[in-house]
């Protein structure tokens, strides 16, 4: 069953370069507490920009039909009493969302 998994990609940040950050964050809220409101509230914003990668629902929605599609997938993974419809719809702020309902 486990050859059947997708393959998870390794994390991109270490352990141990975490555990480093977190200390120097640490003793920089000790020194200067507003200092570190700043340094939060820049890597809040950046963070999310630099860690990015091709990850929209267009292609997992590819991956998820490539995964239907293997010959050597055991009938009970194949979900077809499943339907999902998806919609866009525009909110009262002019944003095009995509709505998905599985049923």
């Not at 890597?43 to 929605?61: K, Q, S």
């Not at 997938?73 to 998806?86: A, F, G, T, Y």
Request: glycine fraction near 6%.
């Amino acid at each position: 069953m486990d050859d059947l998994c997708i393959e998870t990609p390794r994390p991109r940040v270490g352990s141990g370069k975490i555990v480093v950050f977190g200390l120097l964050l640490t003793g920089l809220a000790c020194a200067s507490p507003l200092l570190l409101l700043v340094l939060t509230a820049v890597l809040a914003v950046i963070i999310p920009v630099l860690y990015r990668e091709n990850d929209d629902g267009e292609n997992r929605r590819k991956l998820y039909h490539e995964f239907l599609q293997r010959k050597d997938l055991p009938e009970r993974l194949r979900c077809k009493d499943v339907n999902l419809n998806e919609s866009f719809w525009t909110n009262d702020r002019g944003m095009l969302l995509l709505t998905s309902i599985m049923s």
